[in-house]
C-alpha cells in the first residue's frame, strides 16, 4: 500500500516571516509619488500591494482575503492595514496601481487573466419615463434599469460598467464593454466568463478578433449549441476546464448581491428618476 503523504505547503515561508520579505521587496519597487494636500490616504499603496499579493499566494479571491482579514486582526496588522478595505475601494484603488512596475512585463499571480460578464436588474419608480420593463432571471418583469459589469475576478478591478432600461439585451452591451478591454504586453488571451445571454456568434467573433477566449453557458430550451466560436473555445479548453471557468460566474454574482442587498444600491435607484440620475 502506498503511503499518504501531506501536500506540501503553497507557502515558501510562513506568513509571519513571508510577509516582512514582501514588504521590503515591495518598498524597494514602489516609486513614493507625490504627496498631494488634503486628507491622507486610509489604505497606502504598499498595503493594497500586500494584499493583492497574499491573495495570490493563498489562491483566495479578493472577497475570501476580505473575510480572511476581518477573522484574522494579526494578518491585518502585518499587512499594514488599520482595518478591512471594502470591495469598492479595492475596485477604485486596484485600478490605479502601477502594475506594470511590479509585473516587470508580466502579470502577478496567475498567467491568464479571467474575467466575468453580467447584468442585474435595478428596479426603479413607476413614474419614471425612462425606465422601462425587463425580464429577471427568475422569469419575473421588473420596471426598472439595467447594470451591466466586466469586472477582472482575480483583482475585483471593474473594467467596464454600463447602465441601461431594463428591456435592453445583454448581449450588445456585453460587446461594447469588450471593445474597451486593454491587453497587457505579452500576457496569454484573457479568458470572459458569461451566461447563456452572451452566447452569440458575433461576441464569439468579436472577443476572438481581441485575442480574447470567450467562455459562457447554454440555455438548453435552444436545443443542441450551433455556434462554431463555442465549439472551437470548447476543444481548446476541454470540457473539464471549461466547467469550472463558468463556475466562477458566481464570484460576480456575489458582486451584484453586495451592490444591491448591504450597500443599498436598489434603494439609492428606487430615490431616483432618469438614466442619468441612476
Known amino acids: 500500500m502506498e503511503e499518504h503523504q501531506t501536500p506540501p505547503s503553497i507557502l515558501p515561508l510562513p506568513l509571519e516571516e513571508l510577509v516582512p520579505l514582501l514588504q521590503a521587496w515591495l518598498q524597494a519597487r514602489l516609486p513614493e509619488g507625490e504627496r498631494k494636500p488634503g486628507r491622507p490616504r486610509t489604505f497606502s499603496d504598499l498595503s493594497l500591494?500586500?494584499?493583492?499579493?497574499?491573495?495570490?499566494?493563498?489562491?483566495?479571491?479578493?472577497?475570501?482575503?476580505?473575510?480572511?482579514?476581518?477573522?484574522?486582526?494579526?494578518?491585518?496588522?502585518?499587512?499594514?492595514?488599520?482595518?478591512?478595505?471594502?470591495?469598492?475601494?479595492?475596485?477604485?484603488?486596484?485600478?490605479?496601481?502601477?502594475?506594470?512596475?511590479?509585473?516587470?512585463?508580466?502579470?502577478?499571480?496567475?498567467?491568464?487573466?479571467?474575467?466575468?460578464?453580467?447584468?442585474?436588474?435595478?428596479?426603479?419608480?413607476?413614474?419614471?419615463?425612462?425606465?422601462?420593463?425587463?425580464?429577471?432571471?427568475?422569469?419575473?418583469?421588473?420596471?426598472?434599469?439595467?447594470?451591466?459589469?466586466?469586472?477582472?475576478?482575480?483583482?475585483?478591478?471593474?473594467?467596464?460598467?454600463?447602465?441601461?432600461?431594463?428591456?435592453?439585451?445583454?448581449?450588445?452591451?456585453?460587446?461594447?464593454?469588450?471593445w474597451g478591454v486593454e491587453r497587457f504586453p505579452g500576457e496569454k488571451p484573457p479568458v470572459v466568463v458569461a451566461d447563456a445571454a452572451y452566447e452569440g456568434e458575433a461576441n464569439f467573433w468579436l472577443t476572438r478578433r481581441r485575442g480574447?477566449?470567450?467562455?459562457?453557458?447554454?440555455?438548453?430550451?435552444?436545443?443542441?449549441?450551433?455556434?462554431?466560436?463555442?465549439?472551437?473555445?470548447?476543444?481548446?479548453?476541454?470540457?473539464?476546464?471549461?466547467?469550472?471557468?463558468l463556475g466562477r460566474r458566481w464570484e460576480l454574482e456575489t458582486v451584484f448581491g453586495l451592490l444591491k442587498g448591504p450597500m443599498g444600491l436598489v434603494g439609492a435607484v428606487g430615490r431616483v428618476r432618469g438614466l442619468k440620475a441612476v
Do not use: C, I
Request: hydrophobic share 35%; no cysteine.
Open 49 to 178: 500591494f500586500l494584499f493583492h499579493l497574499v491573495r495570490a499566494l493563498l489562491g483566495f479571491s479578493s472577497e475570501r482575503m476580505r473575510r480572511e482579514l476581518a477573522r484574522n486582526p494579526r494578518l491585518r496588522k502585518r499587512l499594514g492595514l488599520e482595518r478591512v478595505p471594502s470591495s469598492a475601494t479595492l475596485s477604485e484603488r486596484s485600478r490605479k496601481l502601477p502594475w506594470p512596475l511590479l509585473r516587470g512585463g508580466k502579470r502577478v499571480g496567475r498567467g491568464r487573466r479571467v474575467l466575468a460578464m453580467d447584468a442585474t436588474l435595478l428596479p426603479a419608480q413607476r413614474s419614471d419615463g425612462e425606465a422601462a420593463w425587463g425580464v429577471g432571471s427568475d422569469g419575473g418583469w421588473v420596471y426598472g434599469y439595467k447594470l451591466h459589469l466586466l469586472v477582472d475576478l482575480d483583482t475585483g478591478e471593474v473594467l467596464a460598467l454600463r447602465v441601461t432600461p431594463a428591456s435592453w439585451h445583454d448581449s450588445p452591451v456585453g460587446r461594447g464593454m469588450l
Open 212 to 245: 480574447m477566449l470567450l467562455v459562457t453557458g447554454h440555455n438548453r430550451r435552444r436545443g443542441r449549441p450551433k455556434g462554431r466560436g463555442r465549439l472551437l473555445n470548447l476543444r481548446r479548453r476541454g470540457r473539464g476546464a471549461y466547467r469550472r471557468l
